[in-house]
């Protein structure tokens, strides 16, 4: 059986006619480049950056992020307002960033994926990220605890409970 042309191939000329890259995108002279996902085209913007390697961008990002929160850590310090506990937290962060990036080239190197896809690696990673979350958060808790009994406006729930034991009896 003879395959007879469409309407749209009947329209444009054979050396204008779509095509498909090796990226999946299909291009023509009149329409653009456009991906076709599940048999539907969707036009890429021709002002996008469609051949942008996210995943290096990625890195770039998270390597420079580092100036920013070093300056931070300088800082706080410096200022000596932070209780020590939470001040430990923030700087286990990097313990966390220094064991993630190894972890990530090792779940890339030997299983071939990112370190989010291998459970392992990835909740020992994030397991790390959990301590550093827990030390900031019982440091700020045990610093406003102290602030408020030096100020004397805020009881503890210990005493609290010691004093409904005691009208009740």
């Known amino acids: ?21 090796a990226k999946g995108r299909i291009t023509s002279p009149r329409y653009g480049n456009a991906i076709v996902c599940s048999g539907i085209m969707f036009p890429i913007v021709s002002w996008a950056a469609a051949d942008v390697d996210s995943p290096a961008i990625a890195s770039q990002l998270s390597a420079f992020s580092l100036l920013p929160y070093m300056g931070f850590l300088y800082f706080i310090t410096k200022s000596k307002s932070a209780p020590p506990l939470t001040l430990f937290g923030f700087y286990f962060l990097l313990t966390f960033v220094s064991a993630a990036i190894p972890a990530g080239i090792y779940a890339k190197v030997h299983y071939g994926k990112s370190l989010a896809n291998v459970d392992w690696l990835h909740g020992g990673a994030e397991s790390l ?10 440091g700020l808790r045990k610093a406003l605890r102290v602030a408020g009994h030096e100020s004397g406006k805020t009881p503890d729930a210990t005493s609290n409970v010691k004093d409904k034991e005691k009208s009740s009896v």
């Not at 059986?1 to 890259?21: D, G, K, L, V």
């Open 129 to 138: 990220l959990m301590l550093t979350n827990l030390f900031i958060v019982v």
């Open 1 to 21: 059986m003879m395959r007879t042309p469409s309407h749209f191939e009947e329209a444009i000329p054979a050396q204008s006619q779509p095509h498909q890259t």
